[in-house]
C-alpha cells in the first residue's frame, strides 16, 4: 500500500475526496473506539493512536476493490492499523515512564525535563474502551491499557508488541496474526513466546475487573485527605514501595516519606488544591486544580492518574501537560472560585 501523509486527528476529515461507499464509512467509524485503543497499545501515545486511526481509514477507502468479505470489516481494519503502527514504530524511540530511566531523585536534586514525546500518554477510558463490550472484554481491555503494561509494551520490538496483542487482548489466533502481519505461523509463536519472556521481566498484575468496594473508599479517602493536605492521612494509604512521578519532569520518588516531604516542600504550592474525578489507562484518575488564579479561581495542575494493589495506592502518576491532556479529557482549564 502507498505511503499517504498523516491527516488530521478531527473525525473523517480529508477523507471526502477518497473513493467512498457511504455505508462502508459509517460502518469504520463503528470500529473508531477499539481500534484507538489497539494503536494507543501499540504506541502509547493518543495523539499517534489517532493519527494512525485516520491513517487507517484513508487507507482502507482507498484499497476498498482489495476487500473481498473473506474476513469481517473488523478484521481487516485491525490488519491496517497495525501495520500503520509498526510504520510509526520504525520511526522513532520508545516511549517510558520516569521510573525506568534512572534511580528515584533526591528531594533537593534538579528537576530535569523531556520532550513530551518521550513519555508514555495517560489515555481517556471513554477514548478507547467500546460502549458494546462485554464485561469480561473490558476487564482484558482495561488492563491492557494501564500504564504500567503500556509502558511494557514499550521494550517490545514492534513486530513482537503486535504479535502479542493480537493474541492476547484482539484474541487472534497465530493462523489470523500469521496472515494479517504475513508471517509464518511458527515465526508468530517463536515472537509471541519471546515477548511472553519479555513482560515476565516486567512488574506486571493479574487482570482486574472495576473498583471494589474497599478500592472507592481507597480512592475517595486520597481525595479527602490531599484536598485536606494532611500528609500522615495520605501517608496510611500508600504502600511502602509507592512512586510518584509528574512527567514531562524527569522527576520520581520512592516511598511515602519522600512523597508526603516534597509535598510539605517543594510541591507545597498543591495545598488547597480542588479535583474533578475521571477515568484514564483503566484507572481512578483525577484532574488536579491548584489555588491562586485570578479571583480567587482554581487553574489547572496535573492530570493524576492512581494505580491501586493489595488496598494501597502503589503509584501516584502526576500528568503535568494540563494544556493538552484536559481538553483530551472534557475537563474544564479553570473552577470557579468557592
Not at 84 to 104: F, K, S
Not at 176 to 181: K, R, S, W
Not at 197 to 210: E, F, H, I, M, Q
Amino acid at each position: 500500500m502507498a505511503d499517504v501523509p498523516s491527516p488530521p486527528k478531527t473525525p473523517l476529515t480529508g477523507l471526502a475526496e477518497q473513493p467512498q461507499a457511504p455505508h462502508t464509512l459509517h460502518e469504520m467509524e463503528e470500529h473508531r473506539t477499539a481500534l484507538t485503543g489497539h494503536c494507543y497499545r501499540m504506541l502509547g501515545s493518543v495523539s499517534e493512536a489517532e493519527d494512525a486511526v485516520q491513517e487507517t481509514f484513508i487507507r482502507a477507502l482507498r484499497h476498498q476493490d482489495q476487500f473481498e468479505g473473506r474476513s469481517s470489516l473488523r478484521t481487516w481494519l485491525y490488519r491496517i492499523g497495525t501495520r500503520v503502527c509498526i510504520d510509526l514504530l520504525g520511526e522513532r524511540n520508545r516511549r517510558a515512564r520516569p521510573m525506568e530511566l534512572h534511580p528515584p531523585f533526591e528531594l533537593d536534586a534538579p528537576l530535569g525535563e523531556k520532550p513530551a514525546a518521550e513519555w508514555v500518554e495517560p489515555v481517556p477510558d471513554a477514548l478507547v474502551l467500546p460502549s458494546n463490550a462485554t464485561p469480561a472484554e473490558l476487564v482484558m481491555m482495561r488492563q491492557s491499557i494501564r500504564l504500567a503494561f503500556v509502558a511494557a509494551l514499550q521494550h517490545l520490538p514492534p513486530r513482537q508488541r503486535a504479535v502479542l496483542i493480537l493474541t492476547e487482548v484482539v484474541e487472534w489466533s497465530a493462523v489470523e496474526v500469521a496472515a494479517a502481519l504475513d508471517m509464518t505461523v511458527a515465526a508468530v509463536n517463536s515472537a509471541l513466546q519471546r515477548a511472553r519472556a519479555t513482560l515476565a521481566t516486567r512488574d506486571l498484575s493479574a487482570p482486574r475487573g472495576p473498583l471494589t468496594e474497599d478500592e472507592t473508599t481507597l480512592v475517595q479517602k486520597y481525595v479527602d485527605a490531599f484536598e485536606r493536605y494532611d500528609m500522615a492521612a495520605l501517608s496510611a494509604l500508600l504502600h511502602h514501595d509507592v512512586t510518584m512521578s509528574m512527567p514531562p519532569l524527569s522527576l520520581w520518588l520512592r516511598g511515602p516519606e519522600k512523597v508526603c516531604a516534597w509535598m510539605l516542600g517543594r510541591g507545597a504550592g498543591c495545598k488547597g488544591s480542588r479535583h474533578i474525578a475521571t477515568l484514564a489507562c483503566g484507572a481512578p484518575a483525577f484532574a488536579q486544580y491548584k489555588p491562586g488564579g485570578p479571583n480567587g479561581t482554581y487553574t489547572p495542575w496535573s492530570l493524576t492518574v492512581l494505580e491501586i494493589e493489595d488496598g494501597r495506592i502503589v503509584a501516584l502518576n502526576y500528568f503535568l501537560d494540563v494544556m493538552t491532556l484536559f481538553p483530551r479529557f472534557g475537563l474544564p482549564l479553570e473552577l470557579p472560585a468557592l
